[in-house]
């Protein structure tokens, strides 16, 4: 289901200065809404569509031309939630940053309409792209859906050269296994083809988002599971690494990732 509006999108939150969204310091818009039920998400309150607030993009670019008075060099990151469920809106929002000249990231599970996502990639400077997994089938069992329109959105945005950042949320026996470092490394590897990898990020699975599920009434199937140890994110990462064939990854771990 696509959300469209001429004047805003449907908001679950903004944070106004963040470290972990992008590169430098970034205003963050975490757009309400996500198709996928990742059964890791640490931020189930975004899953509908309807909830959060409307907020006009004059309302949030105000915000961030405030924020960008005492940091003029602040980005903007639109996160969610799942933005491509409002691509034409948030392509809206990022079109009017870069008329004012702001830094652009969109942090995306990549799952959204080719063409809709398409039509917003001139406005993005980078992709925040998270891949929950390679494999088709590990991937609908963690989220689902497929990841087939995933894939080949990753592959259209390194084909108009997008600068990205993989990203992975490592979830102990689920999706570290050798045979999933070795696709992910192969993935990426494709995409360098393009020149256009930044950075591989491999984040623990955490469990920080737990009580938001028992708010909501719904049990996280992943409660159990327990996070991933520093050597076993070490060890998955250098697997990723060998595979994708990069000497240098800008690899640092980071406790939020959508
Ligand atoms: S982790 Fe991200 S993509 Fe997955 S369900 Fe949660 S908000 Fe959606």
Not at 21 to 48: I, S, Y
Not at 83 to 96: D, H
Not at 125 to 135: E, F, G, R, T
Request: charged share 25%.
């Amino acid at each position: 289901m696509q959300v469209t509006s001429r004047h805003g999108l449907q908001v679950n939150s903004i944070e106004s200065m963040s470290v972990v969204d992008g590169p430098g310091m970034r205003f963050v818009v975490f757009a309400q809404g996500c198709p996928l039920r990742c059964k890791f998400c640490h931020n189930p309150e975004t899953w509908g569509l309807h909830g959060g607030s409307f907020v006009g993009y004059d309302d949030l670019l105000n915000k961030l031309d405030q924020c960008r008075r005492f940091i003029p060099q602040l980005g903007l990151t639109i996160s969610g939630g799942e933005p491509l469920m409002q691509a034409r809106s948030c392509r809206e929002l990022l079109m009017k940053a870069k008329e004012r000249g702001v830094h652009t990231a969109l942090d995306t599970s990549g799952f959204g309409d080719e063409d809709e996502f398409k039509s917003l990639l001139p406005f993005v400077d980078v992709l925040l792209y998270d891949i929950k997994a390679v494999d088709s089938e590990l991937h609908i069992d963690m989220t689902g859906l497929s990841n087939t329109q995933i894939l080949k959105n990753l592959e259209t945005a390194s084909a108009h050269g997008k600068k990205l950042w993989i990203r992975r949320i490592l979830v102990p026996n689920v999706n570290d296994s050798p045979e999933e470092a070795a696709n992910l490394g192969s993935l990426i590897r494709d995409c360098a083809r393009y020149g256009n990898i930044e950075r591989v990020d491999v984040n623990p699975y955490h469990r920080m988002g737990l009580e938001k599920w028992e708010r909501l009434g719904v049990v996280c199937p992943y409660s159990h599971v327990k996070p991933p140890t520093q050597a076993a994110v070490e060890s998955f990462r250098g697997m990723v690494t060998a595979e994708a064939g990069l000497r240098r990854f800008d690899t640092a771990q980071r406790a939020r990732v959508s």
